[in-house]
């Protein structure tokens, strides 16, 4: 019986010991799940955020780009919307667009169709709304190529964009050939009577005849003044004087018209994009000419000479009349009139006989062996100092220069004015002549003594000279 009693209380304990350890550890299973989901929470909570954000984001972006496949859209709006979009987007962008003009374009082909079947019994309302969906069609055929141009801007496929002008082009030439004379009259007044068609080129044609007259009156002014100013400039040449105000000129009257140009709504970067290959090709086609042109910028920055001097070019002599970019202008003393390019002028020895303000008379007189020197040098010293036109300071050379075969020749170089050159070379050879007549003083010409011998006659009636 105790023993019964035993096994009794041991199961019992057993069982209650068991049934605390099972409490124990749901109670920590609890706590820990608690915890874990404490600590979920935040998470949970910072990635519902992120996926909200990226959610209103995605919204906004669906509803920027489906603004710009509104048929509604202001032009310009469309222009700028177009900016931020990729070269992908813009070739999706331009088949939505290409379908837009197609439906469009089916509307306008319904409507005349149906006058076209039944001409007499068309009536004004039927052709009013011919000539409605037609600008209409016109109006998306403008958006249409905004979005084609902004894709070739972005690198598209040249010959997919082709293909997109195409169509449009294709779509304006059936549809003039199928169209009756009259939709074609009344689409043709409707353009020119529309404000935003015919009225507004003839408007922009209008302004820019109106610039151009002020620009060229304007360019003109800023020449005069740039003049007036450049001739206050010191050691400036006449050269680059004409040269500085014709550029300045030209560019004022360039820039002025690219400013009309795109303040009318054309676009002038293709402008630049001619001139830039146009100087890639001019550069190998026309190296003489830069050449020369390289060669009339040296000449007008240093100097060697100016309009009016007479100068020794290579050669060629004569009063500088005229240097542009490319060539130099001379008038030779007998009234020639001689082009020389500047890579030549620049190339060449330049002499330039006016440069200097003073010029000394290089005269020789030659006279007897048998005549008076010191007399004759005194005849010279009278004609140089009488002259009105010789100076004095610096004073005149006249010596013996040379015991020539003929005669003896004496130097006579007096100076002057380099205006004065000439005439006091053609007075002074005059008047020494007529002195020397006066004074007995002879002027010899080149003369030859010959010597006859005679030989006698050889035996045999030969002669032996």
């Known amino acids: 019986m105790e023993a019964n009693v035993n096994r009794f209380a041991a199961r019992a304990a057993l069982t209650l010991f068991l049934s605390i350890a099972a409490c124990a550890s749901t109670q920590a299973q609890g706590q820990s799940t608690s915890e874990a989901a404490t600590e979920t929470a935040p998470a949970a909570e910072a990635q519902t955020a992120v996926e909200d954000v990226e959610s209103e984001t995605a919204q906004k972006d669906v509803a920027a780009f489906g603004e710009v496949e509104n048929p509604g859209i202001d032009l310009s709006e469309l222009d700028i919307r177009l900016v931020p979009l990729t070269e992908a987007e813009l070739a999706a962008l331009t088949e939505k667009w290409q379908s837009i003009v197609q439906s469009k374009t089916t509307e306008v082909m319904e409507a005349q169709v149906k006058i076209s079947t039944a001409p007499d019994a068309a009536t004004e309302a039927d052709r009013s709304r011919l000539l409605q969906l037609s600008n209409e069609r016109d109006g998306l055929f403008e958006k249409y190529a905004v979005v084609i141009s902004a894709w070739e801007t972005k690198g598209g496929d040249p010959a997919e964009i082709a293909k997109y002008r195409a169509y449009r082009n294709a779509i304006i030439v059936e549809e003039a050939r199928t169209s009756d004379f009259r939709a074609l009259f009344d689409r043709t007044l409707a353009w020119f009577t529309d404000p935003e068609g015919g009225i507004a080129i003839v408007w922009r044609i209008v302004i820019v005849i109106a610039a151009l007259y002020a620009l060229l009156l304007v360019s003109k002014i800023v020449r005069s003044t740039v003049r007036r100013r450049i001739d206050r400039v010191p050691n400036i040449s006449k050269l680059l004087q004409i040269f500085l105000v014709t550029a300045i000129y030209w560019i004022f009257l360039s820039v002025g018209l690219m400013l009309v140009l795109a303040l009318l709504g054309v676009n002038i970067t293709p402008l630049f994009a001619l001139f830039g290959g146009a100087s890639f090709i001019a550069g190998f086609a026309l190296q003489d000419t830069l050449a020369n042109l390289a060669n009339g910028l040296m000449i007008m920055v240093n100097r060697p000479f100016d309009e009016g001097d007479y100068v020794d070019l290579g050669g060629v002599s004569g009063t500088v009349k ?71 300071e610096p004073e005149p050379t006249i010596v013996v220069g040379e015991l020539a075969d003929n005669s003896v020749n004496l130097l006579c170089r007096p100076w002057t004015k380099t205006g004065d050159y000439w005439q006091v070379y053609w007075d002074l050879m005059r008047d020494v002549k007529t002195r020397f007549d006066a004074a007995g003083i002879s002027i010899p010409f080149p003369q030859r003594d010959v010597h006859l011998h005679t030989v006698a006659p050889a035996a045999g009636g030969v002669t032996a000279s």
């Not at 009234?335 to 030549?344: F, G, L």
């Not at 020789?364 to 009278?382: E, N, S």
């Not at 002259?387 to 004095?392: A, E, K, N, S």
């Open 322 to 392: 005229s240097v542009s970019i490319v060539a130099t202008t001379i008038t030779t003393p007998d009234n020639q009139v001689i082009v020389i390019p500047n890579k030549q002028v620049w190339g060449n020895t330049i002499t330039n006989v006016t440069a200097s303000d003073i010029r000394r008379v290089d005269l020789v007189f030659g006279i007897g062996y048998d005549d008076d020197i010191p007399k004759a040098m005194q005849v010279l010293k009278d004609a140089v100092a009488e002259h009105p036109l010789t100076l004095d």
